[in-house]
């Protein structure tokens, strides 16, 4: 009787001493690692919040000194900067969305064999070329403004829509898929874009996550773009932020030029405006990893099969 | 199969070896292509200013009017830069459809159309795009002098002799009297390839400004020479628990000297203003006694320079921490009230001197500025560059209509610096109502206007004060009313001019002029007067802001005994206004009045500059900061000498001298 209660008593794993050190060590360095990580980000938050003279004075830190929440009173009024946002968030949705759709009805054909897919080598070695080499700038430049498409989000989203290394991604899982499910689905009487959209893709929803992020984190961030092909009033979230950032710059030296554009000068955001919106830029995408995670479980499949 | 492999193996050997011989060869022999400007074919008819002779004027304007409409309409495609709006601007102004377009469609018959828009960081790389897509737009402006002779030796621009002569009076006589080397430079074998922008090269030189109230607490005088600088820099040191104390932030903050951290960084805020001082500019090159051009950098002034700053850096007088500034912290650190002295350009009042003043955390901050001290006895000049052209205005070979720049340079001119415009063109050239000169494809500013500028104003402040304007009660909570857009329409329905000076935070109005102040101005013909001899530009800003300051200073009171709507206006008071301003100093060095020294070397960068102009400048940055820092003796100065020397200097030297024989070749 002693023993048996003995024995259902939760096990405690033991640990040695060493190893508890370790595990200490170890638990106590990766979350001041973590902590080290957020502290660029407090200092952003911390310098939105302060007054402009602490700001200047150099002395905020990761705590907001002088707090006012002034910046973003201003910040609200701003719709230059809603428009940008806004310009960002149709971007990211619509790019995402085109992305994702051309690269999976690429990535499907090219999982298959090469007896059910003849030209299946020509066209892998196609898009792997486009991996290695671009035509270049004034090439891309003189395509998209000879189809008309400058300054329409167009021009943002179809060049990069479809992307080799996304596509190899894709086709990597996809051959992971046992071909049992496939065929299965075949004898059934599915035919291909059944099989892709109601077979395939609901067991790879962990490799679509991973593409769906990709995509989106890259058309949030990317600046570049958004200054060759959209005219200031277009222009994404990020091009808007690199302007505001360095137009400063550029202003000072043609001061030289025209005393008069010391006015313009002034219109140029404070550092505490500038930490703002920096920061509601960067609010969109931080919780994004943490929600994607739940779609990074591996072995949908398993069980689906039995050999 | 052998003989085929070492067929192609030699030929392999020998495409390299041609590839390294002929690296080897294109610095060696480079040799600066004599540019001969020749001269501009003679206008039709001798022109003469309306002053000097109205007849002949009137003669010569028949032969080139300066804004007669084209009979069919025109197409244009031009470029633009979109900066961020001013506030008196309308909301929603964009190139597309600011009302400069509709004038220049009405008035001569040109239909402009925008191939090229982007944000001034974009622009130049844009239009470098487009050129490169075949898409160069019909006429627009580049900062970059590479650009311009590129495109010129590619017979890619037109020629705009005609254009020239076309241009008003005014531009014709700024081009004529203070900038005949600019046309010059932008001449080839006698056509004219760009109507280069107008710029007061001396706008770049460099004052020492320093903390008036730190002067006083210390008791000691502005200096006049390093010597003395050090003097005050060490004073202000031995006083740094006074001024910690007179002025409220901490004494382990008193920085009686801050730099940029890169001492080639050539702009306000940098080491520039010290180099200056002892004579040298580094990237820059002057004439020497033997008659050739040496680089500065390895110059003599420049190691006294270095050694001065290494005196200030030992004794604590040269921010410790210089190191790790940028031209934002040291611009930061002035604004905060932590800084004694600091070199840079004539706007720096506006910039950050005006944050220390009117900052509730420092104590009666206030600034006194100087020309640069002098080193050994030498005279004190800042340093320039021989010419500076900062934009060219070019039109493209394909153009059909390369007149019609100085159609649209006129009608810009007009619009933006004459008073009676809205007579001739309407409300539309209203900022209020969409009008914004920034957008402007074509850069043209009167040059020589900002120069009188300053002296316009200060005379009508001072009329408006003698002739009553003068109670300080009256100017007190400053010159703004903030206006709802209901007020505003009422108010202009009754017939009042309504001055909009910036968009208010509310967003349903506009902060104005305050109404009771232009009431009593228009109740009286000689404010009345006085008041409109300024531009509308200059009311908005100068007087809105300035005028309130100008009143209390006027009447002697203290700076820090203001109340904070007053010392709003010492900014643009002591840049723009007043007669000892910072702007004045430009003015008096470009009417001669004071003494300057030329970089000689300006224009496009010359090969060897390309190939190793970077790691010059890098080594210049690095030896000089150990030699200041003491972490190397003074000694190491020949080793840098002999650095630069052989990697690259003397082919550099080489080249600045016969690209100096070139541009100079075709002089009387």
Redesign the interface.
Known sequence: MENATVKNRPMRMKISGPRRAFLILNTTFLILFALLCLAPFLNLLATSLSSD?A????KVGLIPVGFTANAYK?LV?K?AFFRAFGMSVLRVVLGTAVSVGVITLGAYPLSKGNDAFRGRMFYTVLFIITMFFSGG??PT??VI?KLGLSDNILALILPTAMNAWNMVLLINFFRQIPKDLTEAATLDGAGHYRILFQIVLPVSLPALATVILFTGVQHWNNWFDG??YM???N?PLQTYI??MI??AN???????????D???????PT?TLESAQIFIAILPVIPLYPFAQKFFIKGLVLGSVKE | MKKFYSAMSSLMALTLLCGALAGCGYTEEYDYEAIDPGTLAAPRAEYATPEEDAAKNAAYRAEYPTLDRYEEPVTIKVAAIQYELEPDVKIGTTPYNQTFNKIALEKLNIKLEYSVVTASTMYDQKVNLAIGANQMPDMFYTTQAQMFTMLRDQNMLADLTEAYYKLNDNLLANYNDYMPEAIKACMKEGKLYALPQQTNRFATAQRLYIRKDWLEIAGVEAPTTIDEMIDVGQAFLDHKEEIAAATGISAANVIPLSLHKDLTFSDSYGAKGMFNAHGAQLGGYFMGEDGKLYSSNTSPEAQAAVETMRTMYERGILDREFLSNTSASVQSYVSAGFVGMVFGEWWLPKDSLEKAVTSNSVNGADWVWVDLPSYNGQERRPIVDRLLISGYNLVSANCKHPEAVAKLCNLFYDIYYSDDAQERYGTDVLPSNGFYYQFVPMKIWDGMDSSVEYRRVQKAFNELYDNGLNSRDMFKSGLYEDLTNAQIESSEAAGEKIYRIAANDSGNGYFCIRRDVIAQINGNEKLKAAFNSMRNREKLLHFADGYPYFVAYKQKIATKDMTKEEKKGWGIYHEMIDENGSYAYVVALSEGEKPAKYNEFYGTALSAMTDYGEYITTQTSTYFTKMISGESAMSSFNDFVKDVDRNGGETIIGQVNAWYKAVHAFDE
């Open positions: 003279e700001v200047n004075a150099g201003v009024t719709i700038l004034v430049y003189i403004t200054l060759i005219s200031p009033d222009f690199y302007n360095n137009e550029i202003l000072r030296q043609q001061l030289v030029t025209n005393p008069g010391a006015a313009l000068l002034a219109q140029i550092k």
